[in-house]
């Protein structure tokens, strides 16, 4: 099946600095990656989103970089501010019924003064 | 407001008690998950369902059962709670896995003593 890595666990950042968490997963037939914002006492959040026939994904401050050979995936911020402290995840998804999110493991990111 | 709804939002009980987590979605969403959040390890999918009555195991599925007998519902069912069941539970739906994005229920923290 499916398996996603992501890093780094925890990443601090200066206000207004910009903020890269990478992924790699395995399964080369998976198609979709989604990246989730938790914050504390919620559920997460769907942010942004990338489909495989497209290599970069942009909104406001937040991108999404998709390197289909390599299988990775990677989530930028830029501008950072202090409502972007969360935990994020990334995840994979291959195309067909069967198939799930595969969630990797959290990225936590602390944006200070 | 569209939104999946989980309860409780905090449950402490002891082990070999049954209980049981409920979840339910106002979107009409076919497909609906469990996932559990642990420290380090991210969200690990426990059963999922595809439709009424569709239910399959997901990647942690031991010590637990789901039932999806309408669609809005899919409760998540601890016949003999462990210590090692203590976790952070979320319930996520979306219009089907082939469609782009699940929403997150605010979860359910579980302590069993």
């Known amino acids: 099946g499916e398996n996603v890595e992501q890093h780094p666990s925890t990443l601090s950042v200066q206000e207004g600095d910009s903020a890269v968490i990478k992924c790699t997963y395995s399964d080369s037939a998976s198609n979709y990656f989604p990246w989730y914002k938790q914050e504390l006492g919620k559920g997460p959040q769907l942010i942004i989103d990338i489909r495989s026939n497209v290599g970069e994904k942009k909104d406001q401050r937040i991108a999404v970089t998709l390197n289909k050979t390599a299988k990775h995936f990677s989530l930028h911020i830029t501008e950072t501010q202090p409502e972007d402290s969360a935990v994020y995840f990334c995840?994979?998804?291959?195309?067909?019924?069967?198939?799930?999110?595969?969630f990797g493991t959290g990225t936590r990111l602390q944006v200070t003064l | 407001e569209a939104q999946v709804t989980q309860n409780p939002r905090y449950l402490i009980t002891v082990t070999g008690k049954k209980l049981t987590v409920t979840c339910s979605q106002n979107m009409n969403h076919e497909y609906m998950s469990w996932y559990r959040q642990d420290p380090g390890l991210g969200l690990r999918q426990i059963y999922y369902?595809?439709?009424?009555?569709?239910?399959d195991k997901g990647d942690v599925p031991e010590g637990y059962k789901v039932s999806r007998k309408e669609k809005r519902n899919f409760p998540l069912i601890l016949e003999s709670p462990s210590p090692n069941q203590t976790s952070l539970y979320f319930c996520?739906?979306?219009?089907?896995?082939?469609?782009?994005?699940?929403?997150f229920g605010s979860g359910t923290r579980l302590t069993v003593v």
């Open positions: 995840a994979a998804k291959a195309t067909g019924t069967a198939s799930k999110l595969t």
């Open positions: 369902s595809m439709n009424v009555e569709v239910t």
């Open positions: 996520a739906s979306s219009l089907g896995v082939g469609h782009r994005g699940y929403t």
